[in-house]
């Protein structure tokens, strides 16, 4: 397979990463047939030149093809299920996988995928659609060294850099361990938010102090909008995909014996979040359910605050 940039690509999944990754595909004049489930999210993309094709087979004639779904279930699905990818004769070179799952379910897929000569990448990545819209997504692969050097440049498009972390499922257990420090930071961020307010510090000013200090990240600095102004409404990821990955992450800490008092409770922490009926909306709204238990009635502050992304 050549490296130059004329590859045939294939997406499945065009949810709010999906859309704003195989943006930047596009943005860079790759040839690209998309498929989602909900038709109408893919609809979009046609004017920016991707080729919408009817049912999942039609991209298996692609050189590689991407997935951005929900859980393993789901990837298993749709590259195997009924009128799945791979439910005809036709056979991508590589399939290039980006959700967020499990490192067991990522090796089932491989050897599902290797038994029908398919090359298989996992490429899980660091940022939400915002992030990729801004250009710094962090994406990380791992899988046959070859097969990572024939998509870097693809995987390049996608943001601000890729690295291979080595073969098999590797990057699935980056993944994880950075989803589990995620939940951990959005959790303690609410606490700590949440103290300061009581205390009588506003939260846009507390928030941009951590943001300024050696603590503060581009992920306190692109949520504190969302906190301080209570904008939850934007959704850039759910509790229950959040609550997915911390279960990834207790998942993985039980199989290498690994204690991690801190994420166990991050995952009761957000378990009742989305047992209390948060669905569509941002993670984020932890705070509200904070500031509850504190005793504490939130209003948005109605303050411009800088995102640090746009
Ligand atoms: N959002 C973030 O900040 C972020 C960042 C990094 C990684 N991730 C991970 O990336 C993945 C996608 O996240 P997202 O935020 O883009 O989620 P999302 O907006 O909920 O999109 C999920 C996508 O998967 C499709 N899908 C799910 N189950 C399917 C099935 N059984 N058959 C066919 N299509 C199916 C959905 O199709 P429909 O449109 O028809 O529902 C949609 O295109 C997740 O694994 C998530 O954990 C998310």
Redesign the pocket.
């Known amino acids: 397979m050549s490296t130059n940039n004329k590859l045939k690509l294939g997406w499945i999944?065009?949810?709010?990463?999906?859309e704003a990754m195989t943006r930047r595909l596009l943005q860079n004049d790759c040839d690209l047939s998309v498929w989602?489930?909900?038709r109408s999210?893919a609809e979009p993309l046609v004017g920016l030149g991707a080729k919408l094709v009817d049912g999942k087979p039609d991209v298996a004639r692609c050189d590689i093809v991407f997935t951005?779904?929900?859980?393993t279930d789901?990837l298993k699905?749709?590259l195997f299920g009924a009128g799945g990818l791979l439910s005809t004769a036709a056979r991508p070179k590589m399939v290039i996988d980006?959700?967020?799952?499990s490192q067991e379910g990522s090796a089932e897929v491989r050897a599902e995928l290797e038994k029908r000569g398919v090359d298989y990448l996992c490429a899980?990545?660091s940022?939400?659609?915002k992030v990729v819209k801004a250009g710094k997504l962090l994406v990380v692969a791992s899988g046959p060294k070859a097969a990572y050097q024939a998509a870097q440049p693809y995987l390049a498009m996608l943001g601000r850099s890729e690295m291979w972390v080595g073969e098999g499922e590797l990057a699935r257990i980056w993944k994880i361990a950075h989803n589990t420090m995620f939940g951990v930071i959005i959790q303690n961020l609410c606490e700590i938010t949440v103290l300061a307010e009581k205390a009588g510090i506003p939260r846009h000013v507390f928030l941009e102090s951590i943001n300024n200090s050696v603590l503060g990240s581009m992920y306190t600095k692109y949520k504190t909008p969302t906190l301080v102004n209570l904008g939850f409404d934007h959704v850039?990821?759910t509790p229950k995909?959040l609550l997915?990955?911390m279960d990834l992450g207790m998942g993985a800490a039980k199989t290498y014996g690994v204690p991690m008092p801190a994420a166990a409770a991050t995952r009761e922490s957000i378990a009742g979040l989305v047992g209390r009926g948060y669905d569509d909306i941002d993670f984020s709204v932890l705070l509200l359910e904070t500031a509850k238990s504190a005793g504490l009635t939130l209003t948005p502050e109605n303050v411009e605050v800088s995102d640090g992304l746009s």
């Open positions: 999944g065009l949810g709010r990463m999906g989602n489930r909900t999210k951005m779904v929900s859980t789901d699905e749709v980006s959700s967020s799952i899980p990545v940022g939400n659609a850039t990821f995909l997915k990955d």
